[in-house]
């Protein structure tokens, strides 16, 4: 055979390049085609909304966010009369506009969703566009980022977050912090304290670099529940397409807790991963990142002892498959729970060295007492108790509220450990348990928040799930969305904002299964919609 010559290589060398680059121009224009031909399908209409509401947010914001008490980059943009008066109506106007768009884009990627229409990487790509814009948004329907820097800077200055308030380290910083928390010590973990004090450190005293910077923390939270949603609800026999729009492209998540900058996004994020990775069989591993959830926020602590029912029940499998008999029960849980609970020592004694703080978070949580509001059943129940007895008798809200959190403490505990044994025989019943708990710890909690409701629907979506409870969690979840006011005050004790929140929350919730609900339209738009007006649809399955 005859050698090649140097300018026959370079030849076939570049055809071969041209034939690549061939490829890859055809594999773009495909892939832009897809693109476009979502775009003008009803999904994309959909997507499009939902950045148009994640905008006017965004602009809206400006003025009727929680906005901070004096803000001279406003004034140096000539944007500050946003903040009154008909501007500040303007501005209201535009963040409830954009909340609704956001919300009816999301029902109608809904009804797509659950048809089989949508896939989950274009999920994916509708959550970057939905998200881009409230990356830029001043905190929305919460000061708690604020609170966030201001505990940061308690860290890099010196003080312990654990024993002392914001108060005590006064600056541009506290002077954002809503009053009630001013004197309160920090309840989050120690990693989520080294994550602010690393912000502020950058930052200084900067509250427009500080927010941003807290987004962008969050954001790996946010990466991780969309890595892991699906795969768990493929575990669970859910539909993951179905999922992630419920648990992921939700306005109750990504306005609340991306627009409000809350660590539940990184707390959820290192949970469910780490529950995804325990069913892999990558135990420790899993282990590992649900103890850097708890070193965010404790809540997460709620996965780990479901664990270690996991990892026991892979043993069992690991054992019948090599043909051995099944392992001691007592002696399988005492290796198990021994390793786990040895890894979280270690990694939480880690965290908690390098921040030079101590466990103090852990009585730090019972600050939130300091919240009032009836979306926990210990502030219904004191409610119910003084407005029924008023008649007769003089009880005040704070003295009942004592004993109904109390009761209802008592009940969490009981269920938390009820829920353990129960759900211990396979690794579905583990993740079942898992969301016990976590809807346990909502519901009993001495108070609750809107977004921590985010905790257990993160879990919840992956299961299969019929066209009732699909309904009813579209309601639920546009309900919370919207009892709270953009600037982060309480709209429950409104009775008009209350009574509205349920209208569109029904709306939306009939609107997932039904056009037109309210019967606006003429007739039926052709064939662009896949649910009938009947509405009803079997269980969701795998996808």
């Not at 002392?164 to 120690?190: I, M």
């Not at 664990?307 to 002696?331: C, D, L, Y």
């Not at 600037?487 to 569109?504: E, F, K, R």
């Amino acid at each position: 055979m005859s050698t090649p010559t140097p300018s026959t290589r370079h030849r076939v060398r570049g055809e071969e390049l041209k034939t690549m680059a061939s490829a890859d121009g055809s594999a773009l224009r495909v892939r832009a085609r897809s693109w476009a031909d979502f775009v003008r399908a009803p999904e994309g209409h959909a997507a499009l909304l939902g950045v148009l509401g994640a905008v006017l947010i965004t602009f809206g914001g400006f003025g009727a966010g929680s906005v901070r008490r004096e803000d001279p980059l406003l004034e140096a943009l000539f944007l500050s009369w946003l903040r009154f008066g008909h501007g500040q109506w303007i501005s209201t106007v535009l963040v409830w506009g954009g909340v609704i768009a956001m919300i009816t884009a999301w029902v109608r990627l809904g009804r797509r969703t659950i048809a089989g229409d949508v896939s989950v990487r274009c999920l994916i790509g509708v959550c970057a566009a939905w998200v881009t814009p409230l990356l830029v948004a001043v905190p929305m329907f919460s000061r708690d980022a604020y609170s966030y820097l201001a505990q940061g800077a308690l860290l890099r200055d010196g003080f312990d977050p654990y024993a002392v308030g914001p108060v005590v380290n006064p600056g541009l910083l506290l002077d954002n912090v809503s009053n009630v928390w001013t004197t309160t010590t920090a309840p989050y973990g120690p990693l989520f304290l080294l994550i602010a004090q690393g912000i502020t450190m950058i930052s200084g005293d900067n509250v427009v670099v500080g927010t941003l910077l807290l987004r962008l923390v969050m954001l790996p939270g946010l990466v991780l529940t969309l890595w892991a949603v699906p795969r768990l609800a493929r575990y669970l026999g859910g539909s993951a397409s179905v999922a992630v729009w419920l648990a992921v492209l939700n306005p109750l998540v990504l306005v609340h807790l991306i627009g409000g900058v809350h660590n539940e996004v990184l707390m959820v994020g290192l949970m469910t991963a780490g529950l995804v990775l325990a069913l892999e069989r990558k135990h420790l591993a899993g282990i590992a990142l649900v103890s850097a959830g708890v070193a965010v926020k404790a809540t997460a602590g709620a996965a780990l002892p479901f664990i270690v029912w996991i990892w026991m029940a892979h043993r069992r499998k690991q054992a019948a498959e090599e043909g051995k008999p099944p392992p001691n029960p007592f002696t399988s849980f005492v290796r198990t729970a021994g390793a786990g609970a040895g890894l979280f020592v270690a990694i939480f004694g880690a965290v908690s060295f390098a921040a030079g703080v101590g466990l103090g978070w852990m009585t730090a949580l019972s600050g939130s007492a300091k919240i009032i509001n009836w979306l926990s059943l210990p502030t219904i129940l004191a409610h119910i108790v003084t407005v029924g007895t008023s008649w007769f008798a003089d009880l005040r809200l704070t003295e009942v509220l004592g004993v109904t959190r109390t009761i209802c403490g008592a009940a969490m505990v009981a269920i938390a450990i009820a829920a353990w044994w129960r759900f211990r025989r396979t690794e579905r019943d583990a993740v079942l348990g898992t969301l016990v708990v976590l809807v346990a710890i909502v519901v009993l909690s001495p108070a609750a928040l809107p977004w921590y409701y985010s905790w257990p629907l993160a879990i919840a979506a992956c299961f299969p799930l019929g066209a009732r409870t699909l309904t009813v969690l579209v309601g639920l979840s546009t309900w919370l969305m919207l009892v709270f006011n953009p600037d982060g005050s309480i709209g429950l004790y409104n009775l008009a904002h209350v009574a509205v929140a349920t209208l569109v929350a029904l709306v939306a919730a009939r609107s997932l299964y039904t056009i037109d609900p309210l019967r606006l339209r003429s007739q039926r738009p052709p064939g662009g919609d896949a649910v009938s007006a009947s509405g009803e649809r079997p269980p969701v399955g795998a996808a």
